[in-house]
């Protein structure tokens, strides 16, 4: 298993930023060790994905441990005064972190962090916010974690609040760190967290940051005991608005029909970290679209053109999702088109994935998906499937499958699941779920629903937005 689950975590981090949280805390944290000890140069600076949403191994652990974190009121907490600007020096161990953020700029500017200094003591940790810095779309906070005790460590759980019951979503929630994800005994790691921000809460300055730690042994990884598990809550200021007078917003309105499919495109944000397009989809749409298909965004202003890279989008939530696009400066003269290769969409009716263990019969939206001819010595309870890739590279990244961590059996009892791990190559991709050890003996077939899944359908479409 973890040979398969490793894999994941090689991948870019383009691949893996949204909803890795499918995997379960364990799975992730031992195929993340084994592929360090095994030599895999890419994983040094590689990006995770955490998400609150996943069927972790030990979800009510951490729910009941969460409740009861250690603040930086109730321990020992340190608040030194820096300078209004951080120094090249003290931004020096960060940047292999910033640098691989897919959604920043490079370089980054200085002025645009806001120092912070918060640290607290607690539980043999130390940890250090140096900074942080949000253009309202995003938000960023540098740290640092010294590990006092005696056992190996990974982060296995993030949290952000911006005032009172305003909790950052977890959707999407990346964590770079800049030299190793495992933070061994007596050592000091660097980190950068990223999340997305709604527009529609209005965040404050008050910041409460929540990390779960967890040993990597197995017999931690596999506990659900409280005691293999280190947690903190620290609090800090962060301004969510602090470059609101370096934001302009252009309200487009506009249209664009890809494959039938109405997208609306509702306005173009700049930002000096990155310029965002949001696009709403058409609720009479016959398809549930998952993302586009190289999308570009051009600006032209005379004799002068500028074509945008495309950085990354949010998952589509309540049919509403981004395109975020490099940072340029706000032209008010200039024309905007934007440009799409295509979706990768399913039709609504093809959102299911329908199984009979019995039978071993799959009902899928196409042919590319089959159970594996191999079961990999399987536990009870548990499917692989495989998948063919047939992914052309110009038109980004292949999006690998997610399915809802609860299905349905033929009675319509519910049943939670989770996925053991995935693995990818440029021709197939494979996964195994645990359905649970009864689930044989669920009246048959399964109806497990689709969340992601990769059909791309090629269709060249450009729409003016000004």
Request: proline share 5%; charged share 20%.
């Amino acid at each position: 298993m973890p040979d398969k689950a490793e894999q994941l975590l090689s991948q870019d981090a383009s691949d893996v930023n949204q909803k890795v949280e499918a995997l379960p805390e364990a799975v992730l944290i031992r195929s993340a060790r084994d592929g360090m000890r095994r030599g895999m140069a890419r994983e040094k600076r590689r990006l995770l994905s955490f998400g609150l949403s996943a069927v972790v191994a030990a979800a009510a652990a951490i729910v009941i441990f969460l409740s009861n974190l250690p603040t930086s009121e109730q321990n020992t907490s340190y608040h030194a005064e820096q300078p209004a600007i951080m120094n090249q020096q003290q931004l020096d161990a960060y940047l292999p972190a910033l640098e691989l953020m897919p959604i920043l700029p490079a370089p980054l500017e200085h002025s645009l962090i806001q120092p912070i200094w918060q640290s607290m003591d607690a539980d043999g940790l130390r940890v250090e916010v140096t900074g942080g810095f949000s253009d309202g779309r995003k938000v960023f906070i540098l740290y640092s974690v010294q590990n006092n005790s005696d056992v190996e460590l990974i982060t296995s759980y993030t949290s952000l609040d911006l005032g009172i019951g305003n909790k950052v979503s977890t959707t999407g929630v990346l964590l770079q760190h800049a030299n190793s994800m495992f933070i061994a005994p007596g050592e000091k790691n660097h980190f950068v967290y990223a999340a997305n921000l709604d527009s529609s809460i209005d965040y404050t300055s008050e910041a409460s940051f929540k990390l779960l730690f967890i040993g990597t042994s197995d017999l931690a990884m596999y506990s659900s005991s409280t005691k293999y598990r280190k947690a903190v809550d620290i609090q800090f200021s962060l301004d969510p608005q602090q470059l609101s007078d370096q934001v302009h917003t252009l309200h487009t309105d506009r249209t664009i029909k890809v494959h039938d499919q109405e997208i609306h495109i509702r306005q173009v944000q700049y930002t000096p970290l990155n310029t965002y397009v949001d696009i709403e989809y058409d609720v009479n749409n016959s398809q549930h679209v998952f993302s586009w298909l190289a999308p570009e965004l051009k600006l032209t202003n005379g004799d002068r053109t500028a074509d945008l890279s495309y950085r990354a989008s949010t998952p589509t939530e309540n049919s509403r999702a981004t395109l975020i696009f490099e940072n340029t400066p706000y032209d008010p003269n200039a024309s905007l088109i934007l440009k799409t290769t295509g979706i990768n969409a399913l039709d609504k009716d093809d959102m299911e994935l329908v199984l009979d263990l019995k039978q071993q019969v799959m009902k899928a939206p196409d042919t590319s998906l089959t159970f594996s001819p191999t079961d990999h010595n399987a536990e009870p309870g548990t499917i692989v499937l495989q998948q063919t890739n047939q992914h052309d590279p110009s038109l980004g990244n292949f999006k690998p499958m997610i399915l809802a961590d609860s299905y349905t059996d033929a009675a319509g009892n519910t049943h939670q699941q989770s996925i053991k791990y995935t693995s990818g190559s440029t021709n197939l991709s494979e996964y195994a779920y645990d359905l649970g050890v009864d689930a044989l003996n669920y009246p048959q077939p399964l109806t497990l629903t689709i969340e992601q899944y990769w059909n791309p359908i090629t269709d060249e479409q450009t729409v003016e937005l000004n």
